[in-house]
T-cell receptor, first 112, second 115 residues
Framework: NAGVTQTPKFQVLKTGQSMTLQCAQD?????MYWYRQDPGMGLRLIYYSASEGTTDKGEVPNGYNVSRLNKREFSLRLESAAPSQTSVYFC???????????FGDGTRLSIL | GNSVTQMEGPVTLSEEAFLTINCTYTATGYPSLFWYVQYPGEGLQLLLK?????DKGSNKGFEATYRKETTSFHLEKGSVQVSDSAVYFC??????????????FGTGTLLAVQP
C-alpha cells in the first residue's frame, strides 16, 4: 500500500551541486506533480505531467527540470542548486478524471 | 487569477473546543474546493472536498460548506482533539479541460490543540 514514494527523505547540498529527486506511484495514475513548500507560502507547483510523455511548467519552474520516465516515475532535477531552493519538495499524483491528488511524504532539501 | 486565502495561524485551542479555519477563494467558473491536512513529518492528505455550490464535505468530524455567494469554504469541527494538531490547507482546483487538474493552495494554518 505504498501510494506515492519519494526518495531521498533528506538531503544537504552545497551551492552549485546537482541533485535528482525521485518519485514513484503505484496507483496507475496518469498525472503527476512536483510542489515546493515554503513557510508562509503554502505549496507552489513547480512542474507537472498530465500523462506519460508530457511535462509542463507550473508556477515556479525556474532552476528545475523534470523527466516523466514512465507512467510510474516522475523525477525533479536541480542542475545547479542555489540556497533559494532550500525547501520541502512534494510529489503528488492523480487520475485523469479529476480525482484528488495523493501526496508523498516529502523530501527536505537544504542547500548551503 | 485564481487564488486561495486562509486565516493565518497558529490557532491554539484546548481539547474539545470548537474549531473554525476560514478560507475564501477567487476563481473564474466553478472550481472544486478541498481541505488537506498535513501531520508533522508527513505529506498532505485529503481531508474533505466539495465540487459544487452548497455541497458540504465532511470527514472525521470536520465539515466545510461550499458557499458561492461568499466565495468561502470554512473548515469547522465541533470538538477538537490533541490528535487534530496539524497544518490545514485550503485548495481549489480548476479543471482545465485537458488531462490534468492543477491545485492552488492557501498558505496553510497551523492548529495546535492542548490537552
Amino acid at each position: 500500500n505504498a501510494g506515492v514514494t519519494q526518495t531521498p527523505k533528506f538531503q544537504v547540498l552545497k551551492t552549485g551541486q546537482s541533485m535528482t529527486l525521485q518519485c514513484a506511484q503505484d496507483m496507475n495514475h496518469n498525472s503527476m506533480y512536483w510542489y515546493r513548500q515554503d513557510p508562509g507560502m503554502g505549496l507552489r507547483l513547480i512542474y507537472y505531467s498530465a500523462s506519460e510523455g508530457t511535462t509542463d511548467k507550473g508556477e515556479v519552474p525556474n532552476g528545475y527540470n523534470v523527466s516523466r520516465l514512465n507512467k510510474r516515475e516522475f523525477s525533479l532535477r536541480l542542475e545547479s542548486a542555489a540556497p533559494s531552493q532550500t525547501s520541502v519538495y512534494f510529489c503528488a499524483s492523480s487520475s485523469q478524471q479529476g480525482q484528488p491528488q495523493h501526496f508523498g511524504d516529502g523530501t527536505r532539501l537544504s542547500i548551503l | 487569477g485564481n487564488s486561495v486565502t486562509q486565516m493565518e495561524g497558529p490557532v491554539t485551542l484546548s481539547e474539545e473546543a470548537f474549531l473554525t479555519i476560514n478560507c475564501t477563494y477567487t476563481a473564474t467558473g466553478y472550481p472544486s474546493l478541498f481541505w488537506y491536512v498535513q501531520y508533522p513529518g508527513e505529506g498532505l492528505q485529503l481531508l474533505l472536498k466539495a465540487t459544487k455550490a452548497d455541497d458540504k464535505g465532511s470527514n472525521k468530524g470536520f465539515e466545510a460548506t461550499y458557499r458561492k455567494e461568499t466565495t468561502s469554504f470554512h473548515l469547522e469541527k465541533g470538538s477538537v482533539q490533541v490528535s487534530d494538531s496539524a497544518v490545514y490547507f485550503c485548495a481549489l482546483r480548476r479543471y482545465y479541460g485537458g488531462a490534468t487538474n492543477k491545485l492552488i493552495f492557501g498558505t496553510g494554518t497551523l492548529l495546535a490543540v492542548q490537552p
